[in-house]
């Protein structure tokens, strides 16, 4: 089942110029004016209103920005580090998962379909974590991990890096993504390999039939884009 759009957030009041707390497909964290439709959390990131530490922990979760009557301030002191993603196809590239509190029923779709796609029961929450965290950042630093894969292999929702910037698969084109958003969509290379910036988990788990929330613009016509 496709994910639908969620709703504003009500989690963070708006302020004159962005704070760094948006995430790319490549897992940074940036100050950009584009709005998240979803929120992340790698732990207590944040010194007052700086981000000083790319994560805290192996747990990456992608967060509804709404859930029961909760409201996350932002830069609280002792708490989390809320983050913000522009689709959940990107934060699937930037290492996430879906948060099996606030986003049961897709954290379970998740497992299911990396079930699926592996023959192997799902995982647990713990063993999850620890493998995503393996397959996103080299060890014992903060350098981004990517793998090799041929374009004709990869299911829709993978982010690679094509001409040195992140593009979204779909079924027949790719669309680069930049901080202002999506571009213009392009025909999808039949052949060769591709560096692939959503780690093999969540490959194998787009692979086994979970489908991510992919914002509107990326499947647009081109020059429908606004």
Same mark, same amino acid.
């Given at each position: 089942?496709?994910? *639908? ?8 009041? &708006?302020?004159? @110029?962005?704070? $760094?707390?948006?995430?790319? /497909? ?20 944040? !010194?007052?209103? !700086? ?6 922990? !192996? ?6 920005? *709404?859930?029961? !009557?909760? $409201? ?7 708490? =989390?580090?809320?983050? =913000? =993603?522009?689709? &959940?196809? %990107? ?13 049961? /029923? ?18 647990? #929450? ?8 393996? &397959?996103?950042? %080299?060890?014992?630093?903060? $350098? ?8 004709? *292999?990869?299911? #829709?929702?993978? =982010? %690679? ?9 779909? +079924?027949? %084109? ?14 999808? /290379?039949?052949?060769?390999?591709? +560096?692939?910036?959503?780690?093999? @988990? ?9 489908? /991510? *929330? ?13």
């Amino acid at each position: 089942m496709r994910r *639908q759009d969620p709703s504003p957030s009500v989690y963070a009041a &708006e302020v004159t @110029s962005p704070r $760094r707390n948006r995430v790319t /497909p490549t897992g940074d964290i940036v100050a950009i004016d584009l709005r998240g439709a979803w929120l992340g959390n790698r732990g207590i990131l944040h !010194d007052v209103h !700086d981000v000083v530490r790319f994560h805290a922990s !192996d747990l990456w979760i992608t967060c509804a920005l *709404q859930f029961r !009557d909760w $409201r996350l301030p932002q830069w609280q002191p002792h708490h =989390f580090t809320v983050l =913000f =993603f522009h689709d &959940e196809a %990107v934060s699937l590239a930037a290492g996430h998962r879906p948060c099996a509190l606030c986003r049961r /029923p897709d954290y379970n779709a998740y497992r299911t379909a990396l079930a699926t796609a592996s023959g192997r029961q799902p995982p647990s #929450a713990k063993d999850l974590d620890r493998q995503l965290h393996l &397959e996103r950042i %080299v060890r014992g630093t903060h $350098r981004r991990r990517v793998h090799r894969a041929r374009w004709d *292999q990869l299911p #829709a929702g993978t =982010f %690679v890096l094509d001409q040195d910037e992140p593009v979204l698969v779909l +079924d027949d %084109v790719v669309v680069p993504w930049t901080t202002r958003g999506y571009g213009a969509r392009r025909t999808r /290379p039949g052949r060769g390999d591709v +560096d692939v910036l959503t780690p093999t @988990s969540s490959v194998a788990a787009l692979r086994g039939g979970y489908r /991510p *929330q992919v914002d509107p613009t990326a499947t647009a016509p081109s020059g429908a884009q606004g």
